[in-house]
């Protein structure tokens, strides 16, 4: 793929609870999945644009990501 960034796996879920893109609700017929969440962290850690969808069918525009991109250069 040519990434030149390190990808993440988290199956015990513990990042998605951190960031508070896991469904918390045990009524919830998600309870326990990861929610639609976008994040940009920039070099240093630090959270720069989040957004957790109410719904996995949700997307943000390209437009709207490489906009909050453009705001770190």
């Known amino acids: 793929m040519g990434l030149t960034f390190p990808l993440l796996s988290d199956m015990p879920r513990t990042t998605l609870e951190a960031y508070g893109f896991l469904e918390t609700?045990?009524?919830?017929?998600?309870?326990?999945?990861?929610?639609?969440?976008?994040a940009?962290?920039?070099?240093?850690?630090?959270?720069?644009?989040?957004?957790?969808?109410?719904?996995?069918?949700?997307?943000?525009?390209?437009d709207e990501l490489l906009a909050e991109l453009d705001k770190l250069k």
């Open 40 to 62: 940009i962290i920039d070099k240093s850690g630090t959270v720069r644009y989040r957004k957790v969808l109410d719904s996995p069918k949700d997307l943000v525009t390209n």
């Open 25 to 38: 609700d045990p009524k919830n017929r998600l309870y326990r999945y990861a929610k639609r969440a976008y």
